[in-house]
């Protein structure tokens, strides 16, 4: 069974940055993408940034693009997101997914992911 760990969420104020992390512990299957979602209080789940283990390609969310980045370890099995220029409206609960039926619902569909984290929780105060 595989399961999801994130770290490094915090309070940051506007502006400043953070490096979220998201480690595996059980057997990964490198033909599946991870993801990063967030979710804000009230709100739905929203894609955020996605890349694939074997090719380390990466995949945005149009709001996110020149912000934020995501990269993987794969010695670590480890992915991170490293999130600049961090605005209030980026306030919410963080959670990284691995995406074992990205291929068929696509990469920014949470019902894509089977495997989930906890989350970690980032405030950005204005």
């Known amino acids: 069974q595989v399961q999801l760990i994130e770290s490094g969420g915090g309070l940051v104020q506007a502006g400043g940055s953070l490096r979220l992390s998201c480690a595996a512990s059980?057997?990964?299957?490198?033909?599946?993408?991870w993801g990063w979602f967030r979710q804000a209080q009230g709100k739905e789940r929203e894609f955020v940034a996605a890349?694939?283990?074997?090719?380390?390609?990466?995949y945005y969310a149009d709001s996110m693009k020149g912000r934020f980045t995501i990269s993987r370890d794969t010695a670590k099995n480890t992915v991170y997101l490293q999130m600049n220029s961090l605005k209030p409206e980026d306030t919410a609960v963080y959670c990284c997914?691995?995406?074992?039926?990205?291929?068929?619902?696509?990469?920014?569909?949470?019902?894509?992911?089977?495997?989930w984290g906890q989350g970690t929780q980032v405030t950005v105060s204005s």
């Open positions: 997914a691995i995406g074992t039926l990205a291929g068929h619902y696509g990469l920014g569909s949470p019902i894509a992911y089977r495997y």
């Open positions: 059980g057997r990964t299957d490198s033909r599946y993408p």
């Open positions: 890349i694939s283990w074997s090719g380390g390609n990466t």
